[in-house]
């Protein structure tokens, strides 16, 4: 019997990018990282979850449940702590959420965008995602045997290109059925949407009936400038909201949500969304539901307050990577730089343009020879975009860590230059 690797899903790179982010600095161990979008270790606070679980007893005790069957017993599918997240929505974001059975609570964002993606699509229509993207998405839309469709980053954000590449798609017989899209700072470029390119987004939804998946994970984290409306508070009838606590609480209690679209004449999704949650994982821990709740009873459902130190600790890194980049690179003769970068305005990334091809190899031999992990951007890309692009992450560095590693980059960018 031959022992080759079979040729299956499982080969496809696109699988390996979350593995890889996760694994790549355990296997460097003396290198010092800028590659994953964690939060940063000092936001982890292990005491957040007594102080949440306290709270969310004490809220339990004046309803009479039994909390003994809230927190011990298989739970409801969509969750036990759907109208306090619908309170939040609402607080924070003006999101009016009807129903609140239109919320599920998830095991993350990636449970999220499973359980959205299940409900859409069933045997035909096309994924469009910008490109490069987080590979959350393209990844889980893989193994579902989805059919997606990268977008050049740029035709993404322009909405008269994005309109052209879904009426070509029809013209081949081709219907969009989803649009992925993280209106705020994305990952992995930092790119935002504007508010018009939202709402223009949203129009060409309702003509050509599409819906969007947004992704708000970063949505926290804006260091300057006035909030944008998320697309779910524009027009709830055609988003998905993608919820995630991984970056405004932390990761480890695996806690998001997806809201459903609601308005009149709506299809109501949140059926749907349960029965694939119900043979995926049953129902999210309720230990961490809990948690949650009362984290966001205790900040009187908002999660700005929580998140405003976390905001400007992050402010801080962005503007000491920004101010590292500058000395690293300075302007030539010709006021042009070999190296250059965007500024973004929030999010955990800065996206760096070298002028040579930067790859998975390149990631290993600068990891290696350098100390320095960064990770490769056209790793997160379906297509040869972004070939020559670097995200470099500030968000679970110190300040002097990114001293460190950006003057090791240096180093590195030199050596290629040679
Ligand atoms: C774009 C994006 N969405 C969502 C998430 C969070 O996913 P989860 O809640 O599954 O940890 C991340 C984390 O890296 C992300 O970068």
């Known amino acids: 019997m031959s022992s080759a690797v079979e040729n299956t899903i499982f080969e496809d790179p696109t699988l390996n990018v979350i593995h890889l982010l996760n694994s790549i600095a355990q296997e460097n161990p003396q290198a010092l990282s800028l590659a994953s979008g964690r939060p940063d270790d000092e936001h982890c606070d292990p005491a957040l979850i007594d102080l949440g679980l306290a709270r969310y007893r004490q809220h339990i005790a004046n309803t009479g449940h039994s909390l003994e069957t809230l927190l011990c017993q298989y739970g409801k599918t969509s969750g036990i702590i759907n109208e306090i997240i619908a309170t939040h929505l609402q607080m924070d974001e003006e999101v009016h959420v009807c129903n609140p059975e239109s919320v599920v609570v998830c095991m993350g964002f990636q449970e999220a965008c499973t359980l959205a993606l299940l409900s859409i699509f069933e045997g035909s229509g096309v994924l469009l995602v910008p490109d490069p993207v987080f590979c959350g998405i393209t990844g889980i839309a893989k193994l579902l045997g989805i059919k997606t469709v990268p977008v050049p980053m740029a035709d993404f954000l322009d909405p008269v290109a994005l309109r052209k590449i879904i009426e070509a798609l029809e013209s081949k017989g081709e219907k969009t059925r989803a649009v992925y899209a993280i209106p705020d700072f994305s990952n992995p470029t930092a790119d935002s949407l504007s508010y018009h390119d939202r709402k223009t987004m949203l129009s060409l939804a309702h003509e050509k009936n599409f819906f969007i998946l947004e992704d708000t994970a970063y949505r926290y984290f804006r260091y300057e400038g006035e909030d944008i409306a998320s697309m779910k508070a524009i027009d709830s009838s055609r988003v998905f909201l993608l919820g995630s606590f991984a970056k405004s609480i932390f990761p480890g209690l695996r806690m998001g949500y997806v809201v459903a679209p609601e308005g009149t004449g709506v299809m109501p999704f949140g059926p749907r969304l349960c029965k694939a949650k119900s043979l995926i994982t049953v129902n999210t821990p309720a230990l961490c539901q809990a948690v949650v709740a009362g984290l966001l009873l205790e900040n009187h459902y908002s999660l700005k307050g929580l998140n405003q130190p976390r905001a400007l600790s992050y402010a801080k890194k962005r503007n000491h990577m920004l101010e590292c980049l500058e000395r690293a690179f300075p302007l030539g003769a010709d006021a042009r730089r070999a190296v250059n970068w965007n500024q973004p305005a929030g999010g ?71």
């Open 348 to 418: 955990f990334f800065i996206n760096v343009q070298l002028p040579f091809v930067f790859g998975y190899c390149e990631m290993r031999e600068c990891a290696e020879q350098f100390k320095v992990i960064v990770f490769p951007t056209t790793l997160f890309s379906l297509t040869n975009e972004a070939a020559g692009q670097v995200r470099l992450s500030f968000s679970n560095a110190t300040t002097s860590q990114i001293t460190q590693a950006i003057d090791s980059f240096r180093r590195y960018v030199e050596f290629r230059l040679q």
